[in-house]
Nanobody, 115 residues
């Protein structure tokens, strides 16, 4: 069964840090591009960061220099290290896998940044 399970969200003060993790079932992790999306209150879901199966990364302009995406292929894990958090980073963060054009989503984890 295909599964993506996020963890690590929570409440943090502005300027703080959080690390999100996403555990993926092995059947989809291998060969998949992995990404983090977020959806803030009243906003559309947007791409935050992505990492290809080969390790190439890309980031939304709003998080460049503050967030780092990485993957552990041995453990089927993908991480999002978030530093210098801002209130506008408040959102539900979703893990996404794109395997040969088929997309899979996790259930999301809430990140709330207080000012």
């Amino acid at each position: 069964q295909v599964q993506l399970v996020e963890s690590g969200g929570g409440l943090v003060q502005a300027g703080g840090s959080l690390r999100l993790s996403c555990a993926a079932s092995g059947s989809i992790f291998s060969g998949s591009a992995m990404a983090w999306y977020r959806q803030g209150p009243g906003k559309q879901r947007e791409l935050v960061a992505a990492v290809a199966s080969g390790g190439t990364t890309n980031y939304a302009d709003s998080v460049k220099g503050r967030f780092t995406i990485s993957r552990d292929n041995a453990k089927n894990l993908v991480y999002l290290e978030m530093n210098s958090l801002k209130p506008e980073d408040t959102a539900v963060y979703y893990c996404n896998a794109n395997r040969f054009g088929i997309r899979y989503w996790g259930q999301g984890t809430q990140v709330t940044v207080s000012s």
